[in-house]
């Protein structure tokens, strides 16, 4: 199955930085969804995002599916965004895989 | 659109006992997905629906489980002589065919 390797595992931050979150994936996929998920647990999606760049607000994720990676973009971080980043592909049939999350504090 | 639906948010059961989760995808989704997450670890797939038709199942679902969506709306997940082991925090997703997962809010499991 597909393997996927987020970092850096765990980041800190100052109110106010940016900060680049990244995803390598080992085979080809056609999907790749980024996803947030607060200290309650819930999972709430960034983006969906197979290919090309998507910008929302603050957040900004680009995918080169050649290159089997993408990467998150926060920009002026807030205390809110803190929490476990998962990048998550996966292609056709085969669920959504998940990698093991970059765990994000930001600091007032 | 009200999102994905998950009952009950919280479950405390005794080891041995059977439980049964219950999950409301998104109304016009095809797909519905079970994932079970532990403490510091990603979302691990365990089954998923086309329909009414359960499609694949992961190797971590155990003869233990079992999973249903009779009608191709709501799905339940039962575990049967719950473990230890089994505690975790158990998510729902579905989609419209392979398109964007939405997730709920999941049920926490303890077992004691």
């Known amino acids: 199955g597909i393997q996927v390797e987020q970092s850096p595992p765990d980041l800190i931050l100052q109110e106010g930085a940016n900060s680049t979150l990244r995803c390598n994936f080992s085979?080809?996929?056609?999907?790749l969804q980024w996803f947030h998920q607060n200290p309650w647990g819930q999972l709430i999606n960034l983006f969906y995002?197979?290919?090309g760049t998507k910008q929302n607000g603050r957040l900004s994720a680009t995918t080169v599916a050649t290159e089997r990676y993408s990467l998150l973009y926060i920009s002026s971080s807030q205390t809110t965004d803190s929490g476990v980043y998962f990048c998550?592909?996966?292609?056709?049939?085969?669920?959504?895989?998940f990698g093991k999350g970059t765990r994000l504090s930001v600091i007032a | 659109d009200t999102g994905v639906s998950q009952n009950p948010r919280h479950k405390i059961t005794k080891r041995g006992q059977n439980v049964t989760f219950r999950c409301d995808p998104i109304?016009?989704?095809?797909?519905l997905y079970w994932y079970r997450q532990t403490l510091g670890q990603g979302p691990e797939f365990l089954t998923y629906?086309?329909?009414?038709?359960?499609?694949?199942k992961s190797r971590l679902l155990s003869d233990r489980f079992s999973a249903e969506r009779p009608k191709g709306s709501f799905s339940t997940l039962e575990i049967q002589r719950t473990e230890q082991g089994d505690s975790a925090m158990y998510l729902c997703?579905?989609?419209?065919?392979?398109?964007?997962?939405?997730f709920g809010s999941g049920t926490r499991l303890t077992v004691v």
């Open positions: 998550a592909p996966y292609s056709g049939n085969t669920p959504l895989v």
């Open positions: 629906f086309q329909n009414e038709a359960q499609l694949e």
């Open positions: 085979d080809s996929v056609n999907n």
């Open positions: 997703a579905s989609s419209l065919g392979s398109e964007g997962y939405t």
């Open positions: 995002i197979p290919s």
């Open positions: 109304s016009e989704h095809n797909r």
